[in-house]
């Protein structure tokens, strides 16, 4: 596993946009993400993946708020963040592994087996 560099988060007012940026992952990694951890010493928690056909699945939080997608070209995945609430703060790490078909939208079994965590971006939403 590799770590990723992620960028693009800071303050925001409520109701505001933010896209993340994630650099990085191998090209034998089939399945990539985001993830939130609220405070420290809390889990992180999936946001959002896509898998390399193009399939994504979403926190239910994030369904019709953010989007999630892949650049392969630049091995750069992003999430596009709209509509932000206070709820959404935190700090934001993306995260690739080769997971079995059909488990890329499990980002609470496949997250756990990532272990090369970035530094993440911290995301700061106020009301």
Known sequence: QVPLAESGGGPVQAAGSLRLSCVGGRQYDNC???FRRHAPGKAREGVASIDTDGRTSYA???KGRFTISKDNAENTL???M???EPEDAGIYYCAALHVPPGMCSSTSWWGPLFDSWGQ???VT???
Do not use: E, I, N, P
């Open 32 to 34: 990539a993400g985001w």
């Open 60 to 62: 239910d939080s994030a």
């Open 78 to 80: 992003y999430l596009q």
């Open 82 to 84: 709209t509509s932000l």
């Open 120 to 122: 993440g971006t911290q």
């Open 125 to 127: 939403v106020s009301s």
